[in-house]
Nanobody
Framework: EVQLVESGGGLVQPGGSLRLSCAAS????????MSWVRQAPGKGLEWVSA????????HYAESMKGRFTISRDNAKNTLYLQMNSLKSEDTAVYYC??????????????WGQGTQVTVSS
């Protein structure tokens, strides 16, 4: 059974940092690109970042560039999102998602349950 389990969310002050993790199981992790997608309260899904199967390429939404860093450890079957300089508008539920291919196609066939990130003073 494919499982994606996010962790690391929480309450942080503006300007602070958090690192999200996504533990993968039930499939060969390094066969797939992975993404982070978020959903702010009352809004639709917003793609955040993607990484290829071996970490060789990564991509970011414009508003995250320079603040967020996606990475993966294939030996640990884990995806990460380091988030710095957080803003109130980053408040959302963050999901990790499995892409359908080794390089990002932005078509997802598995999702985690999400982890809440709240940026507030």
């Amino acid at each position: 059974e494919v499982q994606l389990v996010e962790s690391g969310g929480g309450l942080v002050q503006p300007g602070g940092s958090l690192r999200l993790s996504c533990a993968a199981s039930g499939f060969t992790f390094d066969d797939y690109a992975m993404s982070w997608v978020r959903q702010a309260p009352g809004k639709g899904l917003e793609w955040v970042s993607a990484i290829s199967w071996n970490g060789g390429s990564s991509h970011y939404a414009e508003s995250m560039k320079g603040r967020f860093t996606i990475s993966r450890d294939n030996a640990k079957n884990t995806l990460y999102l380091q988030m710095n300089s957080l803003k109130s508008e980053d408040t959302a539920v963050y999901y990790c998602a499995r892409d359908e291919a080794p390089r990002p196609k932005y078509e997802y066939d598995a999702w985690g349950q999400g982890t809440q990130v709240t940026v507030s003073s």
